[in-house]
């Protein structure tokens, strides 16, 4: 029989020790002369009576016969050696290259791996961090780098994807109304308005119609109608000196970048000579308040601060009746984000005010309301309902280097009519300017600068 020929699996994985393998059966000899001896077990059933002859060569690991451990064992890289903490590898950084660090004793011994001591890094708050990040910006070149550069550079993303629909609208194909209708459409897309639209293509078709026209006339024609819509609105930010201290209160939703966009203007005003103090008045976040101290350290401006949850209303009020007394010529004013759709929460904001205008009338003297222009068509409803609120005086619209559709602020200008103060296209402090219509029509365009 097969079982009785071949060894078993247990024989065959073990062998049998001292004894010679099994010479070939010659094919004319019957099954019955063969010796006893020469039979194997049936395959699958363990010779235990053999067994352990078998394993009895396998020698003992060291701990158990008293002899002293290798210095080079294979496998050694992969756990400690009892009684001796790991050393870091050799050439590690401040340590001895040949040797490695030296042992760390830490009393009983353990199996687990010794870690090396890591350098003497503080905790910090993030938004703290945060903040610092935002004030200095990526690593950047801002001496060569100007403002039209940054502002081409963080408009990209708009600019690319307005002018991709423009060359597809225009390039081998004849002016007629289903062009200017894509054209508008387009237009509308990128948040211009229907009114700032149909006006840009009025003026494409304007002379043109049935006849070729490049993308880059129409470019050239949108960044002059753009230029057209935002020039009543480029309005720089002004400070009353007989007014002391100027009041600026800025509002928002969350996330707008409120607090951020209020230490940059900290520092610009600084840089002009002007006595500054900040005022937490983002109670509700504990963050919000730290990254404003941030700020404050950073441009060596005073902030008025109080616990996490005060009542801004108070805050305000005192911060007003601390830089009346200091004889400070700007106070800048936080809040905390809320959405223009809660109604206690535009409550707070009223509170605000009219505990402002307890001390000082004519408080606050300014009030900017800054956008996320990433919101879109969201913006128009935030500017409504936050002028009920409180008296927004002008805009300011930040990161415009995201995935915005910068037309949104020629939409504002035709519906509200309110100044665009500055512009953030970045996290750094220099990446918030006086908005200027023709470099922000241009950069939009696709167009370089004239």
Request: aromatic share 4%; net charge negative; hydrophobic share 40%.
């Amino acid at each position: 029989m097969a079982s009785e020929e071949k060894p078993g699996w247990f024989g065959r994985l073990f062998g049998r020790k001292g004894q010679p393998a099994p010479e070939d059966k010659p094919e004319d000899k019957p099954e019955a002369e063969l010796p006893p001896e020469a039979a194997s077990p049936s395959e699958g059933e363990p010779d235990f009576a053999t067994a352990a002859e078998d394993v009895a060569h396998v020698p003992l690991p060291p701990e158990e016969t008293g002899e002293p451990v290798p210095d080079v064992v294979e496998g050694a890289d992969l756990l400690p050696v009892a009684g001796e903490p790991e050393r870091p590898p050799a050439g590690t950084a401040g340590d001895d290259p040949a040797h490695g660090a030296d042992p760390v004793d830490t009393g009983d011994v353990n199996r687990e791996p010794v870690v090396a001591p890591m350098p003497d890094i503080q905790p910090v708050d993030s938004a703290a961090a945060l903040a610092h990040d935002a004030g200095a910006g990526p690593d950047r070149e801002p001496e060569a780098k100007g403002w039209w550069s940054r502002l081409t550079s963080g408009m990209k993303r708009t600019s690319s994807a307005l002018s991709e629909r423009v060359t597809g609208l225009f390039t081998k194909r004849k002016l007629d109304a289903t062009t200017l209708e894509d054209l508008e459409d387009a237009l509308i897309q990128a948040d211009f308005g229907v009114e700032t639209a149909m006006r840009v293509s009025e003026a494409v078709g304007k002379g043109r119609y049935e006849k070729g026209i490049s993308p880059d006339e129409v470019r050239a024609i949108l960044a002059a109608e753009v230029e057209r819509a935002l020039e009543p609105v480029a309005v720089p930010l002004a400070i009353d000196a007989s007014r002391k201290p100027f009041v600026i209160l800025t509002v928002g939703v969350n996330g707008a970048g409120k607090t951020t966009t209020l230490g940059k203007l900290a520092s610009k005003l600084r840089a002009e000579g002007r006595t500054v103090m900040l005022a937490a008045g983002d109670t509700f976040r504990a963050a919000a308040i730290d990254q404003l101290k941030v700020w404050g350290a950073r441009t060596g401006t005073p902030v008025v601060s109080g616990a996490q949850g005060a009542d801004a209303a108070g805050l305000a009020f005192d911060a007003l009746k601390q830089a009346s007394a200091a004889g400070t010529d700007v106070l800048l004013i936080d809040t905390a984000g809320r959405l223009q759709n809660k109604t206690g929460l535009m409550a707070e904001l009223e509170k605000i005010v009219r505990v402002l205008r307890k001390q000082d009338p004519e408080a606050p003297h300014a009030t900017i309301l800054v956008l996320d222009a990433t919101v879109g068509q969201n913006a128009l409803s935030q500017v409504e309902l936050f002028s009920q609120a409180a008296p927004v005086s002008g805009l300011v619209m930040t990161k415009l280097d995201g995935t915005a559709r910068g037309g949104i602020l020629v939409a504002l200008a035709a519906k509200f009519g309110l100044p665009v103060h500055f512009i953030g296209v970045g996290e750094g402090v220099e990446d918030l300017e006086p908005f200027a219509a023709r470099d922000f029509a241009r950069a939009i365009a696709g167009l370089e600068k004239d």
